[in-house]
């Protein structure tokens, strides 16, 4: 079928597409307007709904609040007054008459002065007697809330507020404090306060709420304190959805209640943790929200009609001047067949406009390149005058400009190994590569400008272009021949010898930069490879001592003592790049490596070793038959380097393994303190780098990482094994904070702190119910 449609459409006219399209554009927008209005509409009674819970919650919250902060202001009061601490510690007894008599009566006075109504008993629980303002004196196991006070004797955490019906035959709220008021073991005794639990109710009460409505409090339990409902005071959430809503808010807020879905708005307490919940049920808003969608979609049906005579009016108009346009074309002698359409023929016309347009650009475009790089190779070769060069230019667009030019050559190492190595293909890939990233890097310049060649196989001539030859562009463009040599040694699996002339004027001079070039390249057979080269590093550093080539080769004999090969390697490649400012002739360059690998030999020798373990071969002899200073820079840092060393490392290797073990303990005995590594580093008598390095040698961890793991491990036990509050946890391992802690502890455990106490809490009841049912 759909098949069928797409092939109709295909053969309907254009006429006939483009009213479709026009119907499509118009009836798109109308049912994307009643499809938004409609959401909107229902998010609008939803809000509504929330927003007017949200204000008879906090209303209600309040009230509760100022309700509870009176009760807990009176039950401090009487705590905390002396009559009250010395009655409770001598005992309700003829013996002390005037205490008890003056503790009654402060008592009638808390009742008397106070707004809410509420009775009041005094727990003596060191003496098993409760005083009531209601029912007397009396024996503790005669008191009515008698398991609550045996409860309270044996541990007491802090001030109590018991909701109505948590106990048998407890229709009151239990508000309780001990005396004395603070306590450090044991208390003397308690202040009850009881509160009649319709005053919690009345506040719920008052509000009218209209059918299919409901507003419970809660305790921090999930108990029902107060609601409309009075059966429904004291019981536990049922409800799967309502419990799941009221331990995460951030979940869905519909949920189902005796099978009649509500919409649910939570208000919690920051006095008391208490609950606050306002319930709606759905159809009442569901109600509405159809009342206007019915509206918005007769009204978008409304506006459908009147696009659709407004499309189908603006095709006839706009497909007339096409239909003229058409017509004009066939009457050129390429009239269109019958019956066929007239877009169609004027397409057809423009795209064989277009197709041969695109192949002779295509063909233009394939000889441009080639036609440049000859321009170019007869600029370099001088066969071309300023006329020539400045038309050329006009009229293929050349970027190079200016009135000074330097010639910068980029010419392969070891070419021939380079031939042998790769495939025409891989070779020419490689070029080409090499040829953009340097045109790339001197567009980045926008004071010079540029043009690339080949020359000659391997290598890469730019001519640079400036207005001026002052020192900040001769600096510019040293800068950029050198960032060449470094990007190449970093991309590419080759190195290459960059070789820059003098700045030369007009363009009659820039044959004469080539050569000057190529002659610099004929000093890489002392230089080495991968170097550099401009005219001003031929000559003699004059002011520098030759003793700086001897102290190098002591810093490098220094670098193998303790080990450090980079460094040695590094001091190295400076003297190699400093040889050639002092030395000109290739023999005296050998007899310095000479001297330096004598200066190893007699380090060994000093330490007791046989140089002829590690030279099986006369590494004086090896050293001659070097050809340049690359393979005598790569055989001394692969081969004696790291051979020397490796020796002398052994006789350190003992000693690191025992200072790393000695590093360990000091962390296990110091977690709970400020550990840092540069504090562990001067305890041992070593650089940060330095333990840094031995400690990741040894153990296959950075440092830091050790420390976070072995911390995560001791919050796991003390998850696990005690009480301790996470605040405390995160304190004693020297975290800032709670949310720093709980942030690392979940990307080390997979689990927040919380989660994870919980997890295998619960899972050791489990465990010993499971062994129990096996016994």
């Keep these: 079928m759909a098949t069928k449609l797409a092939r109709l459409f295909q053969k309907t006219t254009f006429k006939r597409k483009l009213y479709l399209y026009s119907l499509l554009l118009c009836i798109a927008p109308v049912l994307l307007l009643g499809a938004v209005s409609s959401v909107i509409a229902s998010r609008m009674v939803q809000e509504e709904v929330d927003h007017n819970h949200q204000i008879i919650l906090r209303q209600i919250q309040l009230q509760v609040d100022h309700f509870l902060q009176a009760l807990d202001k009176a039950s401090i009061d009487l705590a905390n007054n002396s009559i009250i601490e010395k009655s409770v510690q001598l005992g309700a007894s003829m013996q002390h008459l005037d205490t008890t008599l003056d503790m009654i009566d402060l008592l009638q006075r808390q009742r008397n002065f106070s707004d809410i109504p509420f009775h009041i008993s005094i727990l003596y629980g060191n003496y098993g007697q409760v005083y009531s303002n209601r029912d007397g004196l009396m024996s503790q196991n005669d008191f009515v809330y008698a398991e609550i006070a045996r409860q309270l004797n044996a541990k007491y955490t802090g001030p109590v507020v018991i909701a109505p019906r948590t106990y048998p035959n407890q229709d009151e709220l239990l508000v309780i404090r001990s005396v004395p008021l603070f306590v450090t073991d044991k208390a003397d005794g308690f202040v009850m306060l009881h509160v009649p639990s319709g005053q919690l109710s009345s506040f719920v009460q008052s509000v009218r709420l209209g059918d299919g409505r409901k507003l419970l409090v809660m305790d921090d339990k999930g108990t029902v304190v107060a609601s409309h409902d009075p059966a429904e005071i004291g019981t536990r959430i049922n409800a799967s959805g309502l419990y799941r809503y009221w331990t995460d808010p951030s979940s869905a807020n519909e949920v189902e209640l005796d099978g009649v879905s509500y919409q649910v708005s939570m208000e919690r307490s920051a006095f008391n943790d208490w609950t606050y919940l306002a319930l709606t049920e759905s159809s009442l808003l569901t109600g509405k929200a159809r009342r206007i969608e019915t509206v918005t979609w007769s009204f978008a049906a409304a506006l459908l009609a009147i696009w659709i005579g407004i499309a189908l009016f603006g095709t006839n108009r706009l497909y007339n001047p096409i239909q003229r346009l058409a017509s004009k074309f066939s009457g050129e002698g390429r009239g269109a067949p019958n ?437």
Excluded at 488 to 509: C, I, N, W
Excluded at 563 to 587: H, I
Excluded at 593 to 607: H, K, N, S, T, V
Excluded at 678 to 696: E, G, I, T, Y
Aim: hydrophobic share 35%.
């Design 339 to 775: 019956g066929r359409d007239g877009l169609e023929a004027l397409d057809s016309y423009i795209h064989h406009m277009a197709l041969t347009n695109d192949r002779l650009q295509h063909r233009l475009d394939e000889q441009l390149p080639y036609m440049k790089e000859t321009v170019y190779q007869q600029l370099l070769r001088g066969e071309m005058d300023d006329r020539d060069i400045r038309e050329k230019t006009e009229h293929y667009g050349f970027p190079l400009k200016g009135n000074w030019f330097f010639v910068c050559l980029v010419d392969l190492d070891e070419f021939g190994r380079f031939r042998e190595r790769y495939k025409d293909n891989d070779r020419s890939l490689l070029f080409y590569a090499l040829r953009k990233m340097c045109e790339e890097l001197c567009e980045q310049e926008p004071e010079l400008s540029c043009v690339t060649a080949s020359p000659l196989p391997g290598q890469v001539a730019i001519v640079l272009g400036a207005d001026r030859a002052d020192e900040a562009i001769e600096r510019k463009v040293t800068e950029l021949a050198a960032q060449i040599n470094d990007k190449v040694r970093q991309y590419f699996p080759f190195t290459v010898t960059v070789a820059l002339s003098r700045p030369g004027k007009e363009y009659r001079s820039i044959a004469e930069s080539y050569q000057q070039s190529l002659e610099l390249l004929s000093y890489r057979l002392l230089l080495g490879h991968n170097q550099f080269i401009t005219p001003a590093d031929l000559k003699p550093a004059v002011q520098q001592s030759r003793l700086a080539i001897v102290r190098r080769q002591k810093k490098i004999v220094s670098n193998i003592t303790q080990g450090d090969l980079e460094g040695a390697a590094a001091e190295l490649r400076e003297l190699v790049r400093d040889v050639p400012q002092y030395v000109q002739n290739s023999e005296t360059v050998l007899g310095l490596f000479a001297y330096l690998i004598g200066e190893l030999d007699m380090l060994l020798q000093d330490i007791g070793l046989d140089p002829k373990a590690f030279f099986p071969d006369d590494p004086y002899k090896e050293l001659y038959a070097k050809t340049s200073l690359n393979e005598v820079t790569s055989w001394l840092t692969d081969v004696i380097f790291p051979s020397v060393a490796g020796h002398m490392g052994s006789l350190r290797m003992s000693k690191q393994k025992t200072t790393i073990r000695q590093v360990l303990a000091y962390i296990h005995e110091r977690y709970d303190t400020d550990l840092s590594l540069q504090h562990v580093a001067d305890r041992f008598d070593l650089s940060p780098s330095q333990l840094s390095r031995l400690f990741k040698e040894e153990t296959g961890i950075h440092f830091g990482d050790y420390l976070i793991e072995y911390r995560m491990e001791k919050a796991k036990e003390f998850l696990v094994h005690t009480d301790m509050p996470i605040k405390d946890i995160s304190e004693k391992l020297c975290y800032t904070s709670v949310q720093n802690f709980t942030r690392i502890f979940k990307q080390i455990v997979e689990v927040p702190p919380g989660q994870y106490r919980k997890r295998y809490r619960d899972a050791e009841p489990a465990e010993a119910e499971h062994a129990s049912s096996d016994a």
